[in-house]
T-cell receptor, first 112, second 111 residues
Framework: DAGVIQSPRHEVTEMGQEVTLRCKPI?????LFWYRQTMMRGLELLIY????????DSGMPEDRFSAKMPNASFSTLKIQPSEPRDSAVYFC??????????FGPGTRLTVL | DQQVKQNSPSLSVQEGRISILNCDYT??????FLWYKKYPAEGPTFLIS?????DKNEDGRFTVFLNKSAKHLSLHIVPSQPGDSAVYFC??????????FGTGTRLTIIP
């Protein structure tokens, strides 16, 4: 199994630009989670999907953030417009049971 | 409001000794607890878990203890090895829902 795949691994962009992060969950997993890791707040859940449907987006910081899961094998997290305070590592995770989550390698985002 | 807290940002332990990582939580509705381990430039990986109906779970060198009355759990690693050097995250779950993570503890094993 390839595990959770995220792309890109690194993204450097300028303030105001649109950023799109991508995730391919493990085949057969029915839940998908987007997290953000910062030094101050650790790992924060942004949004999670179950069977491609958004269940809880209460962690999404503001309207500049949006996430989609058009099918069981693909999800995107979009930031538009991006700001320097969005700089962080973004992780995607998937699970079959909803308990043990398997994480991707993360996307390190730097907004200048 | 940090519902899961790891009050020690870092810990150094001599190789071969016991490492004890601590975690406190505030939400009494949490019923499942997990520990994840994270190496630099990688995503967290699942290490061990415990249900609230138990007070101990063991897997090789790793043991997790849960004290529900104190809302406290700990991870014991015996004996500690250099490859255990990583950031450890405690996480909690209630029902089949999202995980709430702590801020992590960086463990360094000194050879």
């Amino acid at each position: 199994d390839a595990g959770v795949i995220q792309s890109p691994r690194h993204e450097v962009t300028e303030m105001g630009q649109e950023v799109t992060l991508r995730c391919k969950p493990i085949s057969g997993h029915n839940s998908l989670f987007w997290y953000r890791q910062t030094m101050m707040r650790g790992l924060e859940l942004l949004i999670y999907f179950n069977n491609n449907v958004p269940i809880d987006d209460s962690g999404m910081p503001e309207d500049r953030f949006s996430a989609k899961m058009p099918n069981a094998s693909f999800s995107t997290l979009k930031i538009q417009p991006s700001e320097p305070r969005d700089s962080a590592v973004y992780f995607c995770a998937s699970s079959k049971t909803g308990y043990e989550q398997f994480f991707g390698p993360g996307t390190r985002l730097t907004v200048l | 409001d940090q519902q899961v807290k790891q009050n020690s940002p870092s810990l150094s332990v001599q190789e071969g000794r016991i490492s004890i990582l601590n975690c406190d939580y505030t939400n009494s509705m949490f019923d499942y607890f997990l520990w994840y381990k994270k190496y630099p430039a990688e995503g967290p990986t699942f290490l061990i878990s415990i249900s609230s109906i138990k007070d101990k779970n063991e897997d090789g060198r790793f043991t997790v203890f849960l004290n529900k009355s104190a809302k406290h759990l700990s991870l014991h690693i015996v004996p500690s090895q250099p490859g255990d050097s990583a950031v450890y995250f405690c996480a909690a779950n209630r029902g089949n829902e999202k995980l709430t993570f702590g801020t992590g503890t960086r463990l360094t094993i000194i050879p």
